[in-house]
């Protein structure tokens, strides 16, 4: 295809009258916002809703995308002018709108200067991050790591470009956290202080009087973008979009109204401001995450390949649904107009949705970090209160087996950073022994919940 088949400003005269474009002037918007991670799941969530407030009148929220190693993204969107379409999958089909609040990529280790700029930039008063947990760079003990912090990292580039700030008299910055990672606001101002305590005493202080660090809990689910994607979304478009984002109708963005000078209006666009994120945050992590964690083991276990394959399986989603109302909702102290029971209905829509391939492998990886915030403190909790959780522990034994190797003939080698500690610890063929030395306060994945005798007869026979 020539350059000018490809999505782009020039090129949106072609796009057809179906797929909505940009409802504003993006050569009469500044750039108002930095963002650190620009993934396809930034694309899907904080791009949209601030591409929605630009279309509801607010001006000036451009947003300049970070990459701190990888230039993938870059060359994906900057050809484009940092354009790309957004699809919406459901089982009624297919709606696809070209997003424009994304105005260039900066890869930081190509071109540090022009980060720094951005970020001492008078226009810019946010920065976003979505960088995954590996990007806050926490030591085992949750405190930061300098040598990983050092050089290269978020803190290094914020500690430069809020310094220029603070040199040329400008305010300071709302830093806005939008990854999933347990009171995610307050996690990132105490290792931003750490680290400026280290490198500038004056700079933390300063950071400390002038810039805000609001909690953030953010849902959609945005599968990885396949080459048939594509294929389709020219099908749409008549346009190549090497940036192609596919996803969900549902999105949520719950932020806490803590920000230290102007923000676009999200709330008018569908996020909800809150005094208080986590209940909200908890609500995900042992509704939505927990009952997706529980779909993925015993959806795998059952060979099944896709979320909504495993949902409608009749001997999976009874588990799914006790998971959820009986065993996980009863342990959440609900916000002031928080329903529940509504939300849970929700996430089984959104599992079922036919449309959306999202590969239970995927959610399978990395469980021995996830699984303790999921399931383990929801187990913990009923056990104080004196319920029995049958929907989790069978999960659970799941959860179990996949570490132990059953899945690994069909899916390939167990994918998680403990992956060899849960392998030894299943060594010696005593399933009970083995569970115990997996969890509980001394074992591979520390819990405050540690499986009783009749917890370890109830595992240890699904296990069989």
Known sequence: MSQTERLSSATLTALPATVAQPGYDRAAQGAGIVHFGIGAFHRAHQAWYTDRAMANGDQDWGIIGVS?????VARQLNPQDGLYTLT?????????????AVQRVLVASEEPEAVIAA???PETRIVTFTVTEKGYCRAADGSLDPFLAHHGSIYHYLELGLRRRQDAGLPGLTLLSCDNLAHNGRQLERLMAEH?????????????ANCTFPCAMVDRIVPATTAADRKAVYAA??????????TEP???????????????????????????????????LRLLNGAHSALAYLGLQQGHTFVHEAVADPAIRPLIERLMRQEALPTIAAAPG????????????????????????QIAMDGSQKIPQRWLDTLAQNRRQGRPCPAILAALAAWLGHVR??????????????????????????????????????????????????DLDFLADRLA
Not at 68 to 72: G, H, K, V
Not at 196 to 208: I, S
Request: charged share 20%; aromatic share 8%.
């Open 68 to 72: 701190l190693r990888s230039a993938s």
């Open 237 to 246: 478009t008549g346009l190549e979009d090497d940036g192609a984002v596919m």
């Open 119 to 121: 970020l001492a930039a």
């Open 250 to 284: 549902f999105s949520q963005w719950v932020i806490e109204d803590r920000f230290a000078g102007p923000r676009p209006a999200w709330e008018k666009v569908g996020a909800e401001l809150v005094a208080d994120v986590a209940p909200y945050e908890t609500a995900k």
């Open 405 to 454: 190797g059953d899945n690994a003939a069909q899916w390939g080698p167990v994918d998680d950073p403990k992956a060899g500690a849960l392998a030894d610890a299943w060594q010696g063929g005593d399933a009970r022994a083995a569970i115990a030395r997996i969890i509980g306060k001394s074992g591979v994945v520390a819990s405050t919940w540690e499986p009783s005798q009749s």
């Open 88 to 100: 919406e999958c459901s089982a009624a089909g297919q709606t696809t709108q070209v997003i424009g």
């Open 196 to 208: 400026l305590e280290r490198q500038d005493p004056g700079l933390a202080r300063w950071v400390a």
């Open 338 to 361: 928080q329903d529940l029971n509504a939300y849970a209905d929700a996430l089984l829509e959104r599992f079922a949705n036919p449309a959306l391939n999202h590969r239970l492998i």
